[in-house]
T-cell receptor, first 114, second 116 residues
Framework: AQSVTQLDSQVPVFEEAPVELRCNYSSSVSVYLFWYVQYPNQGLQLLLKYLSGSTLVKGINGFEAEFNKSQTSFHLRKPSVHISDTAEYFCAVSLDNQGGKLIFGQGTELSVKP | NAGVTQTPKFQVLKTGQSMTLQCAQDMNHNSMYWYRQDPGMGLRLIYYSASEGTTDKGEVPNGYNVSRLNKREFSLRLESAAPSQTSVYFC???????????????FGPGTRLTVL
């Protein structure tokens, strides 16, 4: 069975500092990978996705992620964060032959301080 | 385009009461999903519908039923609510292979349910 582990439940960081949110997955077959962001009291919004092709994926708001098949990781990065990036971030995987069901990690709460 | 809409936004129930959460999408997607979100557990799939007329269980289906009323609407019913069903419920729909946003799931704003 597939699973997703987000290694940090909370990440505090100062404004304009770089940040990396870590995500590892387990699967014996190829997966699609996603990062979603959830601002307080809102639904989830897609940041970026990896379906195939280049392993470096760029998303919205200056975020990017790198798919590493050998390490089964899909870490999210941003070189310089803003206060407005404060939110919860979810990593998720899906298999094309399973109806597109998403399996989510536990979430990482990013807190950007001035 | 309204995207994915959910009603109600908030609901308080007493143990044993029933209710239906409504979800609709206007993006012509075939696949729709119901998730619940609990602190520290991410989102977990309750039920999904790959196409109109079909539904399948997800990871946590017990205590819930669903109806895919038509291509646009997918409802979630709690027949006899329990405190363990206190959660935030999200509906989502997935872009199809023919669409530019293939495989992306679009989420509604959520329903906050409290069962006393």
């Amino acid at each position: 069975a597939q699973s997703v582990t987000q290694l940090d439940s909370q990440v505090p960081v100062f404004e304009e500092a770089p940040v990396e949110l870590r995500c590892n997955y387990s699967s014996s077959v190829s997966v699609y990978l996603f990062w979603y962001v959830q601002y307080p009291n809102q639904g989830l919004q897609l940041l970026l996705k990896y379906l195939s092709g280049s392993t470096l994926v760029k998303g919205i708001n200056g975020f990017e992620a790198e798919f590493n098949k050998s390490q089964t990781s899909f870490h999210l990065r941003k070189p310089s964060v803003h206060i407005s990036d404060t939110a919860e971030y979810f990593c998720a995987v899906s298999l094309d032959n399973q109806g597109g069901k998403l399996i989510f990690g536990q979430g990482t709460e990013l807190s950007v301080k001035p | 385009n309204a995207g994915v809409t959910q009603t109600p936004k908030f609901q308080v129930l007493k143990t044993g009461q029933s209710m239906t959460l409504q979800c609709a999408q206007d993006m012509n997607h075939n696949s729709m999903y119901w998730y619940r979100q609990d602190p520290g557990m991410g989102l977990r799939l309750i039920y999904y519908s790959a196409s109109e007329g079909t539904t399948d269980k997800g990871e946590v289906p017990n205590g819930y039923n669903v109806s895919r009323l038509n291509k646009r609407e997918f409802s979630l019913r709690l027949e006899s609510a329990a405190p363990s069903q206190t959660s935030v419920y999200f509906c989502a729909s997935r872009a199809d292979r023919a669409q530019v946003t293939y495989n992306e799931q679009f989420f509604g704003p959520g329903t906050r349910l409290t069962v006393l």
